[in-house]
Nanobody
Framework: QVQLVESGGGSVQPGGSLTLSCAAS????????MGWYRQAPGKERELVAA???????NVAYSVKGRFTISRDVANNTVYLQMNSLKPEDTAVYYC???????????WGQGTQVTVSS
C-alpha cells in the first residue's frame, strides 16, 4: 500500500509562486508514475502534470511554461513548482501515484491553492 502526503498549498497573489510537495511512503516500488491533479469548484478534475519512473514529464497545456514537475528519488518526493499563478489556478491539488498518472491507484488528501488579490 502506498501513502501520499501533500504539502505546500496556500494563498498567493496573481503572478506569485508556490511549490507543492508530495512525499510517498509504503510500497513505493509499485509506483511507475506520479502526478498532480487539480479540481476547482464546479469544474472537472484535471491532470496538471505527471512524471514517470524513468523521469519523463508531461504538463497540461493550460499550465505549460508556468508549472514544472520534478522529483527527488532519494527522498521519494515529487514537486510541483508553480510560477506566474493566475486566479484560474485556484483549486484543490491532489498528488497521485500508480502504474500511470492517468489511471492512478492512490490519491493524496489534497492541498488548497488559492490565487487572489
Amino acid at each position: 500500500q502506498v501513502q501520499l502526503v501533500e504539502s505546500g498549498g496556500g494563498s498567493v497573489q496573481p503572478g506569485g509562486s508556490l511549490t507543492l510537495s508530495c512525499a510517498a511512503s509504503g510500497s513505493i516500488f509499485s509506483i511507475n508514475a506520479m502526478g498532480w491533479y487539480r479540481q476547482a469548484p464546479g469544474k472537472e478534475r484535471e491532470l496538471v502534470a505527471a512524471i514517470t519512473r524513468g523521469g519523463s514529464t508531461n504538463v497540461a497545456y493550460s499550465v505549460k511554461g508556468r508549472f514544472t514537475i520534478s522529483r527527488d528519488v532519494a527522498n521519494n518526493t515529487v514537486y510541483l513548482q508553480m510560477n506566474s499563478l493566475k486566479p484560474e489556478d485556484t483549486a484543490v491539488y491532489y498528488c497521485v501515484g500508480g502504474y500511470t498518472a492517468t489511471m492512478p491507484d492512490t490519491w493524496g488528501q489534497g492541498t488548497q491553492v488559492t490565487v487572489s488579490s
